[in-house]
């Protein structure tokens, strides 16, 4: 944790010293109160945790090219699964007339429904999280996508596909 905290402060000083560098992201806490003791040994009573995303992007040549860098990081004190961390993105992108391309680790949204994401077939979900299908793990991939007058074409090599997790 304090070197997930370390990292953050040097990125902050960065964007600092560099105006072309977004720092921006998350901080959040959780706490869990129980009103009843335990019934099995080795439960908790109380339960704690701070999950930190933050957000580094830059881009250069009026938007054609940019990088971006999201990892995630949750500590528990119940420790377990629920402590763990992933880089949600990290990745180059670059744009080009009507084509465009993205490699690295990223996530891409598939859905029909806002409420419900049937297709959404290239990230897993992150079950450790949360069960609702709204945090998912980052991707390795490479995305070539060209738009044209009757629509947009998009092509994507993805080298192999994470492991949905599961919390416990």
């Known amino acids: ?11 902050a000083s960065l964007s600092a010293a560099a105006g072309e560098w977004q720092l921006s992201g998350s901080v959040s806490g959780q706490l869990n109160l129980y009103p009843s003791p335990p019934l099995w040994p080795g439960q908790v009573h109380n339960d704690a945790s701070v999950a930190v995303e933050p957000e580094l992007y830059r881009e250069w040549n009026d938007g ?11 500590w528990d004190s119940a420790g377990g699964e629920r402590t763990h961390g992933d880089i949600r993105e990290l990745n180059l992108y670059g744009r080009s007339g009507d084509w465009e391309w993205r490699a690295g680790v990223g996530k891409v949204f598939w859905g029909v429904a806002e409420s419900n994401h049937l297709v959404d077939v290239v990230n897993q979900i992150d079950g450790v999280e ?30 192999y596909f994470r492991e949905r997790n599961w919390p416990g």
Not at 64 to 74: G, L, N
Not at 133 to 156: A, C, H, T
């Open 1 to 11: 944790m304090r070197r997930l905290l370390a990292v953050i402060g040097m990125l």
């Open 64 to 74: 054609a090219q940019s990088f971006t860098f999201v990892p995630f990081y949750r």
């Open 130 to 159: 949360d069960l609702d299908g709204e945090d998912k793990l980052g991707q390795p991939m490479i995305n070539l996508s060209v738009s044209r007058d009757w629509g947009e074409v998009e092509y994507f090599l993805l080298p």
